[in-house]
């Protein structure tokens, strides 16, 4: 009687519209699980079209969508974390970690993370000799050369490296951009080296800039990488880098030298902090360069240039990472993840978990099937 009534399943419901529209919106375990049912669906389900059509069913994969998961680097170790607006009465969010373990081949240094985007986290090793792209949900990985272009030339006295990663959806192409300052006695020069995974090869483009990029990697906001930089004629400015067009644009704006940025709901954001915490420092959404919305933050929070703030969840609470100061006093070795609630008068903090690294790096994420593999293999530039 079963095997009747999937028959007749069978023939209202066309193998197209089963996968568009019902396998399109399942979790990605299920998807998984469901490339063995047949070769045609093994072949359909890992292909980049089913992919890129599941990512965009996703609610969350819109950079504006609320934040409910977030990716967190801490020792060396990585987490997902889950959190749930509904949920008011847990008390230990420890309960909402969960390891994740790899093995990235890379021994024991320290690995950067550049980028999450689509489902793609992005690392780069100290030595700068490759870049790893890493499906956490999939728990595939792919390694790129990176042939040596960040090697530090013989003559230079001085090197900096900056790198970022992040989608072009204009070229609809994944790219790893990396930014060699080069300071030679008097001379300063900058190479850029560009991985495109749609192309799957490097490229160099020649720039001028005579700008200090920090060390942290680009931040990630409509298809724009953006670092704060300093220039001794202009102060602090904000240089962002196109993906598209792969051309660097220079923004004048008000700076303190205690700014630090996030990406809040699909917006640049810049957030004033001062040692001292008063409750009147601000946090600017933006549309560089135009501010277009300002929250005054709470008081308790002790925010440095290590901070970040992480998007909005579904009720409007935010997340900031940061040192906090409680009735047992301050802890300057101890770094938090906090949420913030910005619909109560006045606003509510409340620490979800604490870290002893101060050195820690948590961004929004959002699980796909988006695959980590080139084509073909890696071509020089």
């Not at 240094?109 to 499906?135: Q, R």
């Not at 102060?235 to 940025?261: C, H, P, Q, T």
């Amino acid at each position: 009687m079963s095997e009747i009534k999937n028959k007749q399943l069978h023939s209202y419901l066309s193998d197209d519209l089963i996968i568009e529209e019902i396998l399109t919106r399942l979790p990605i375990k299920s998807i998984l699980r469901f490339k063995s049912v047949s070769k045609q669906w093994y072949s359909t389900l890992s292909s980049s079209d089913f992919a890129n059509a599941h990512l965009i069913k996703s609610p969350f994969s819109h950079p504006s969508a609320p934040v409910d998961t977030l990716l967190i680097e801490n020792d060396k170790n990585y987490n997902i974390f889950s959190y749930d607006d509904d949920d008011q009465i847990s008390g230990n969010f420890e309960d909402n970690l969960v390891k994740l373990d790899v093995d990235f081949g890379v021994g024991k240094g320290h690995l950067i993370l550049t980028g999450c985007c689509n489902g793609l986290v992005c690392l780069t090793p100290a030595s700068y000799n490759n870049f790893i792209i890493w499906n956490p949900a999939t728990r595939k990985l792919h390694k790129y050369p990176s042939h040596g272009y960040f090697n530090c030339p013989d003559e230079a006295h001085h090197v900096s490296i900056t790198c970022g990663f992040g989608y072009a959806s204009y070229v609809d192409d994944y790219k790893y951009v990396g930014i060699l300052s080069i300071v030679q006695g008097n001379t300063k020069s900058t190479i850029i080296h560009i991985f495109s995974l749609r192309e799957n090869r490097w490229r160099k483009i020649d720039h001028f800039h005579d700008h200090r990029l920090p060390f942290r990697p680009g931040l990630l906001v409509s298809d724009k990488l953006y670092w704060k930089a300093y220039s001794k004629q202009a102060g602090y400015l904000l240089v962002s880098f196109d993906l598209a067009v792969e051309r660097f644009d220079v923004i004048n704006m008000d700076w303190d030298k205690s700014d630090f940025l996030g990406v809040m709901r699909g917006c640049l954001s810049k957030c004033n902090y001062s040692e001292t915490f008063t409750g009147d420092k601000l946090l600017h959404l933006m549309e560089p360069p135009v501010i277009v919305k300002s929250i005054t933050l709470p008081k308790g929070l002790k925010l440095d240039c290590f901070s970040q703030m992480i998007g909005f969840t579904k009720t409007d609470k935010f997340f900031v990472t940061g040192s906090f100061s409680d009735e047992t006093g301050y802890f300057p070795s101890i770094r938090t993840l906090g949420i913030v609630d910005t619909c109560t008068e006045p606003m509510q903090y409340r620490m979800l978990l604490r870290f002893n690294d101060e050195l820690i790096t948590i961004v929004r994420y959002v699980p796909s099937l988006v695959s980590p593999f080139p084509i073909e293999k890696p071509l020089e530039a």
